[in-house]
């Protein structure tokens, strides 16, 4: 599985962008995908994340109600829209594919290489 991030970039605060992340590959074995975000200095944390069947969908608390992370089945492609930016969303933001296995130590995860997203206040 491939993945390729676009869409980041720098916003004021406030503002919006919009994350897509495109699959290519054996996309039929993901499971779920997902967006984490890393911030200089900061461990990689989870932001959204969503499964490729039901289209179940969680968030990190701090990013509720301003994020809204979708995707397209038919593309292979996720989003990630983002309102009401804020400085501390400043990082680079990484799409994640998880294809299950018969236990969770033997899931396989995929990323992408990353996207700057840039928050001016």
């Known amino acids: 599985v491939q993945l390729v991030e676009s869409g980041g970039g720098l916003v004021q605060a406030g503002g919006s962008l919009r994350l897509s992340c495109a699959a290519s590959?054996?996309?039929?074995?993901?499971?779920?995908m997902g967006w984490y975000r890393q911030a200089p200095g900061k461990q990689r944390e989870l932001v959204a994340q969503?499964?490729?069947?039901?289209?179940?969908?969680n968030y990190a608390d701090s990013v509720k109600g301003r994020f809204t992370i979708s995707r397209d089945n038919a593309k292979n492609t996720m989003y990630l829209q983002m309102n009401s930016l804020k400085p501390e969303d400043t990082a680079v933001y990484y799409c994640?594919?998880?294809?299950?296995?018969?236990?969770?130590?033997?899931?396989?995860?995929?990323w992408g290489q990353g996207t700057q997203v840039t928050v001016s206040s």
């Open positions: 969503i499964t490729t069947g039901g289209g179940t969908t």
């Open positions: 590959g054996s996309t039929f074995s993901i499971n779920a």
């Open positions: 994640n594919a998880r294809s299950d296995a018969h236990t969770p130590e033997e899931d396989e995860y995929y």
